[in-house]
């Protein structure tokens, strides 16, 4: 899928951003179909761009084949492919998980009840929270962000970043990189995130969905969540102070 994506995106140069954009995703959905096909996979894909049937569908493949479209359109480095597998439509169901870092070549990768890899080196969060001013937060603010929420958590924090894929950025947690991802706008997909959510608590991070701790998700492409990821307890209770 990589490669498949790479080249979409050299032979799309000089085009618009929209064509781009829709280029880009229509060559990771169809290099993701293909792969399963071939592979002989069975399962139920429930993907951003749609949904599918592979082989006698046996389990649940929820995926974002590209997570940071407009990124890759315009050469910003960071974009990836999200993929989770789930013996349910929930993700509690969820049994093994994958985020590939399309750039670095660098796959997040998670087994229910044995941990979490990147690459092949297991990953596990154990440093206690750093203070907010020395913590590096990620943050969407785009389109519906409730600024009235975020203002006070804005005004604490001294390193913001908002890096356009909420997949690999909950995966920076988990391999100790950022401290937090924010999103309460109630708009982030669960196609874009569960996967990410399921590494980040194999590698022993911790968030709150929709407000409630740890809390489940049905993995379906129209669900919406808001979330607060984060390192550790700690964490993720100063920024729900904040956030009142």
Wanted: proline residues 2%.
């Amino acid at each position: 899928m990589r490669e498949a994506l790479l080249r979409a995106e050299r032979e799309s140069r000089g085009l618009s951003l929209e064509r781009r954009k829709r280029i880009l995703d229509e060559a990771a959905e169809e290099a993701l179909e293909t792969y399963l096909r071939q592979s002989g996979a069975s399962v139920r894909l429930e993907s951003e761009e749609g949904e599918a049937t592979i082989g006698s569908g046996e389990l649940l493949l929820i995926a974002d084949p590209l997570d940071g479209t407009t990124n890759m359109a315009v050469g910003i480095p960071f974009s990836a492919v999200s993929l989770m597998l789930s013996e349910t439509e929930y993700l509690s169901g969820a049994i093994a998980s994958i985020v590939l870092d399309i750039p670095r070549g660098v796959a997040y990768k998670a087994a229910k009840g044995l941990g979490a890899w990147r690459d092949d080196t297991p990953i596990r969060l154990r440093r206690k929270a750093r203070p907010l001013s020395k913590a590096i937060l990620s943050i969407d603010i785009s389109k519906s962000a409730p600024m009235n929420r975020l203002r006070r958590l804005i005004a604490k924090a001294r390193h913001l970043r908002q890096l356009g894929s909420a997949a690999l950025s909950i995966c920076l947690i988990a391999e100790g990189t950022l401290d937090a991802h924010i999103d309460v706008r109630g708009v982030l997909r669960a196609v874009d995130s569960a996967a990410a959510l399921h590494i980040l608590k194999e590698a022993g991070g911790v968030y709150r969905l929709n407000d409630v701790y740890m809390g489940d998700l049905k993995l379906k492409r129209d669900s919406r969540l808001s979330v607060i990821a984060a390192s550790n307890d700690e964490m993720l209770r100063r920024i729900k102070e904040l956030l009142r």
